[in-house]
């Protein structure tokens, strides 16, 4: 059974995002250097390497889906089907790498996320929505890459959401430190 995971780059201080998010700077200000552990090498390839094979499909916020159509090229996995969860509902939309994107409120894109994703898991893309599926109960795991990077403000994962995390496996240490929690 696939489980909902957010898999998130997040700042020393608590960022998901630099600030001045735009379509300029997707990742806001600064924010592009959340993800450059996923260009090293030794442990931070091998957790890419499993981020990146246990992907059966996304639940993706709107604004996400706003700011990373062009960026990405299509999904953001090519193929791999990707849920937008939206007020503003239309018709799928095929990705120019083959990934096609549904638009649909929060539960029917979860339930469709997890019939799409089979065996693998369903990964969770954008703070606003990690936050409303953290509310809802419908958030299984975290997947933490605590990155070496102090922004001084941006956008917060869960911001105004409580909930409580459990520690599952060891932390994983390269550039970036990995680690996994079950939401409990």
Same mark, same amino acid.
């Given at each position: ?13 608590? %960022?998901? /995002? ?22 090293? #090498? #030794?442990?931070? /390839? +091998?957790? %890419? ?8 499909? @996304? $639940?993706?916020?709107?604004? *996400? ?7 990405? &090229?299509? @999904?953001?996995?090519? &193929?791999? !089907?990707?849920? $937008?969860? *939206?007020? +503003? @509902? ?12 549904? %638009?649909?409120?929060?539960? =029917?894109?979860? +339930?469709?996320?997890?019939?799409? =994703?089979?065996?693998?898991? $369903? ?11 953290? =509310? ?10 605590? /990155? !070496?990077? $102090?922004?001084?403000?941006? @956008? ?10 459990? !520690? ?11 680690? +996994?929690?079950?939401?409990?």
């Amino acid at each position: 059974m696939s489980k909902v995971v957010l898999d998130v780059s997040m700042s020393l201080d608590g %960022f998901t /995002a630099g600030p001045n998010v735009r379509a300029e700077e997707p990742m806001g200000d600064g924010g592009e250097r959340l993800h450059e552990w996923m260009a090293g #090498g #030794g442990p931070d /390839a +091998r957790v %890419f390497e499993e981020v990146n094979a246990m992907v059966g499909a @996304t $639940v993706i916020g709107r604004r *996400t889906f706003d700011l990373g159509l062009r960026p990405w &090229g299509g @999904t953001p996995w090519p &193929g791999v !089907p990707s849920f $937008v969860v *939206t007020h +503003r @509902t239309r018709e799928d939309l095929l990705g120019d790498n083959g990934g096609t994107f549904a %638009f649909d409120g929060l539960e =029917a894109a979860v +339930r469709r996320a997890k019939d799409a =994703a089979g065996d693998k898991d $369903v990964l969770v893309m954008g703070a606003d929505v990690a936050g409303q599926l953290l =509310a809802a109960g419908l958030l299984d795991e975290v997947f933490l890459h605590l /990155a !070496p990077v $102090v922004l001084g403000q941006g @956008t917060s994962v869960f911001a105004g959401h409580v909930g409580e995390l459990v !520690p599952q496996g060891e932390a994983v240490a390269g550039v970036a430190t990995h680690r +996994r929690y079950r939401v409990r």
